[in-house]
């Protein structure tokens, strides 16, 4: 059984940034690939970043490419989305989730514990 719980979200200006965290419970974390979604208001949620069990293997969406950077410390128990350079259009609630079955970084049907979310909001 696992637990996600998020944080780090906040308000920031353009250009600004933000680190969130993910702190999930549970003695499997340090096998399983984690992933980071975001859900913008009257959008679907997608994804933005995943991360191998090692933290050897990074995926990104491409709207996010080379602005943030996904890590992970299994020490912890945890996950880190840091985002440099943030834009308008990332606000969003952000979402930490565990992937649980194979398949490609991006799907989220492949992810089954999720947090509850931490908002960003980015100003311009």
């Known amino acids: 059984q696992v637990q996600v719980v998020e944080s780090g979200g906040g308000l920031v200006q353009a250009g600004g940034s933000l680190r969130l965290s993910c702190a999930a419970s549970?003695?499997?974390?340090?096998?399983?690939?984690m992933g980071w979604f975001r859900q913008a208001p009257g959008k679907e949620r997608e994804f933005v970043a995943g991360i191998s069990s090692s933290g050897g293997s990074t995926v990104y969406a491409d709207s996010v490419k080379g602005r943030f950077t996904i890590s992970r410390d299994n020490a912890k128990n945890t996950v880190y989305l840091q985002m440099n350079n943030l834009k308008p259009e990332d606000t969003a609630v952000y979402y930490c989730?565990?992937?649980?079955?194979?398949?490609?970084?991006?799907?989220?049907?492949?992810?089954?514990?999720w947090g509850q979310g931490t908002q960003v909001t980015v100003s311009s």
């Open positions: 549970g003695r499997t974390f340090s096998t399983s690939v």
């Open positions: 989730a565990v992937k649980t079955l194979a398949g490609s970084y991006s799907l989220i049907t492949l992810y089954d514990y």
